[in-house]
């Protein structure tokens, strides 16, 4: 049975940071792709970063550019997001994902879901 597991989440003030985990369980995780997601009130989910199964490649989506930094720990089954500069608009509930592979990024090209950790910024 694969479990995603996010923890890290929780209130902060803006400019400040948090680092997202999510410990994976139940799959080959070094043979997977890792992703994080997050979809906000009343809107859709959305691409934030991506990783290769090695940890040589990633991804982000311009709005966390250069804010946020995806990693992964093969050791320990789990992959990290680190936020910093973190805005209002970063408040969403943020998941991971992964997938066997994951050529263009989008959502449907991953196989497994966590169930999400929230992320406030207030003002």
């Known amino acids: 049975q694969v479990q995603l597991v996010e923890s890290g989440g929780g209130l902060v003030q803006a400019g400040g940071s948090l680092r997202l985990s999510c410990a994976a369980s139940?799959?080959?995780?070094?043979?997977?792709?890792m992703g994080w997601f997050r979809q906000a009130p009343g809107k859709g989910r959305t691409f934030v970063a991506r990783?290769?199964?090695?940890?040589?490649?990633?991804y982000y989506a311009d709005s966390v550019k250069g804010r946020f930094t995806i990693s992964r720990d093969n050791t320990k089954n789990t992959v990290y997001l680190q936020m910093n500069s973190l805005k209002p608009e970063d408040t969403a509930v943020y998941r991971c994902?992964?997938?066997?592979?994951?050529?263009?990024?989008?959502?449907?090209?991953?196989?497994?879901w966590g169930q999400g950790t929230q992320v406030t910024v207030s003002s």
């Open positions: 139940g799959l080959p995780f070094s043979m997977y792709a």
């Open positions: 994902a992964a997938g066997r592979t994951v050529l263009r990024g989008t959502s449907g090209e991953y196989d497994y």
């Open positions: 990783i290769n199964w090695s940890g040589s490649s990633t």
